[in-house]
Every structure is written in structure tokens, then in C-alpha cells.
């Protein structure tokens, strides 16, 4: 049985700041809910509010949540397969940090 390999992860995602509070608290639950399911959640760092650097579909602001996890080598593809399917996330980006 081939052992599988779990690596650190961190992934910013970027929510539609136009959506009213309860469609915010329901993406960031999808998506920490799915990293849970499929990893170990770290730390979730909501970063609120903020400006974006430039305007994207239009939106000039987005609510930033970081999330650290281990996961298997796997799960990044799938979990960025749902982002890109998904109405109100505006930017993501995961990232596997160097194991030192």
C-alpha cells in the first residue's frame, strides 16, 4: 500500500465584498468545512474587509480569509477546482509551505 504523503498548506481566498454577511459566513464555512474534511485545518485567519489592489469584475473590495491545513499532495487540485466553480469567490490562491 503506497503511504500518502500529507504536506502544509496555506490558501487565501477572496469573497465578493458586495454579498450581505450571512452568503460571506456561508463561503468561508464551505471552505473551511471542505479543507476539514479532506486535511487538518491550523488556523483560520478572517482578514475582514479590505481594498483590493486592483479592481477585479468590477469589485473594488473583497473580504480575505487565510487558511492553514495539511492535506494529502491531491487535495489542492480539487479544492481549487471548487473555488473556480463557485458564484462570489473572486481570487484564491494556494501555496505549500517549505518543509524546513
Known amino acids: 500500500m503506497a503511504e500518502i504523503l500529507t504536506h502544509s498548506y496555506e490558501t487565501i481566498f477572496i469573497i465578493d ?24 485545518v491550523e488556523a483560520v485567519d478572517e482578514w475582514g474587509k479590505r481594498r483590493l489592489a486592483y479592481e477585479i469584475n468590477k469589485k473594488t473590495e473583497g473580504y480575505y480569509v487565510l487558511v492553514s491545513f495539511t492535506a494529502d499532495s491531491e487535495f489542492p487540485k ?6 473556480k466553480i463557485t458564484d462570489g469567490i473572486l481570487r484564491t490562491i494556494i501555496i505549500r509551505k517549505d518543509e524546513d
Open 17 to 40: 465584498a458586495t454579498l450581505d454577511e450571512e452568503s460571506v459566513k456561508a463561503l468561508q464555512d464551505k471552505f473551511t468545512s471542505l479543507i476539514a474534511a479532506n486535511g487538518t
Open 78 to 83: 480539487e479544492l481549487d477546482r471548487q473555488y
